[in-house]
């Protein structure tokens, strides 16, 4: 289920980046207003994470879940329908409040749902969803494009939207809410360290305030804002890349789809199995996770090799790389929220580690639109993202350090 909300939550945000060229013609967007359209979406959906961590902890995933699943829907059709740029912008803005707490809600519903041996796969299915929902939205949505129109793939995107609203509602329970979950399983369960949701009173937690005084929070955060600016830099502006490189855009569409393909399946096996059979195996939980979550992060600098690249298959075979190592590291980074979290916090963790990387994805966007200006000349923009790489690799090293939980604040000893 959860997999399934961010497949869709990946067509809706993929979508724009597929429809670029047909919103030139309809509307005359230049490459620095499109960086600007590319990351409305960040705006609100930054905004919105850290007080969504603070309701996803006092009302919980299901009620949240819900409401956002419907006002992410809304937005998918108000786009189709949209008059002119302003009203486009402004359904923009509103699904990032739709998506606001998706990631840290499902890092939330993970670690009420799993131990904390299973996280990494668990986290991996729902994290793999968004490359395999951006591979099969750039296909997918670049034909209903070229068909029909980039009206209809809005629409498209705006049933799926719909479907999976009535899919959360009628599915998606917490443990104590689940009547069909026994004894043996419940036991297990919590016995493997899930965040149980509280029976009665979820209004408490650690303050922000505390959170943010946590030297692992910082390095997370850093470390992980680092990914998405790449994340976000290749959602928005990879198939405008390959054109760039002289492609037609049914080209540039099946060049784009195949990083993400390899990144969906690094991300679901690397990331997420292979960390889980290493730690169920005995080896440190702490190190597999670091190791990876490190090691992948560093495959991403594989992205400076496409600053030479001038041949396609060439280029894509270096972003291949860069972005199958993030997304390896990516589902580590999703689990940790619930692994180093006090007591019903980790909404607020996760809102503010997905706080982090909306920064990144509202700057990725904008400031590439610029680097690649008129000419469309990416070089500059890549180089960027190694920079920004090699200091998220720091941040993880010198800050997150070893990955266990942060004491609780009754306890805590400054």
Known sequence: MLGLGVLVNYLDRVNLSVARDALHLEFGISNVAFGYISSAYSWTYASLQLPMGVLLDRFGVRTIGRISALIWSIASFGAGLAPGIRTFLGMRLLLGVGEAPTFPAYAKATGYWFPRQERSLSTAFFDSAAKFGTAL?????????????????????????????????????????????????????????????????????????????????????IGFAAYNYCFYLLLAWLPSYFSSLHLDLAHSVLYTSVPWLFAT?????????????????????????????IGGTALGLAIAGAIFARNPA???????????????????????????????????????????????????????????????????????????????????????GRIEPVPEPQVAID
């Open 314 to 400: 060439v280029a894509m075979l270096w972003i291949t790389i860069s972005l199958g190592g993030l997304s390896a590291a990516a589902p580590v980074g999703w689990s940790i929220p619930s692994l180093i979290a006090p007591h019903e916090s980790v909404g607020r963790v996760g809102g503010i580690l997905n706080f982090g990387n909306q920064l990144a994805a509202i700057f990725a966007p904008i400031l590439t639109g610029y680097f690649a200006g008129p000419s469309n000349s990416f070089s500059r923009a890549f180089a960027a993202a190694a920079v920004v790489l090699i200091a998220g690799i720091t941040a993880y090293i010198f800050l997150l």
């Open 137 to 221: 939205g750039v296909t997918g949505l670049g034909l209903i494009l070229l068909r029909v129109g980039w009206r209809w793939s809005f629409a498209v995107t705006g049933f799926a939207s719909l479907l999976f609203f009535f899919a959360f509602y009628l599915i998606y329970r917490d443990p104590k809410d689940d009547s069909a979950l026994s004894e043996v399983e419940s036991r297990y369960i919590n016995e493997g360290g899930s965040h149980r949701a509280a029976e009665t009173d979820t209004s408490k937690g650690a303050p922000l305030s505390y959170l943010l005084a946590r030297r692992k929070v910082w390095g997370l955060t």
């Open 265 to 293: 399946a690094t991300d679901l096996f690397v990331g997420g199995w292979l960390v889980d059979a290493l730690i169920k195996r005995g080896y440190s939980d702490s190190i597999v996770r670091q190791t990876i979550l």
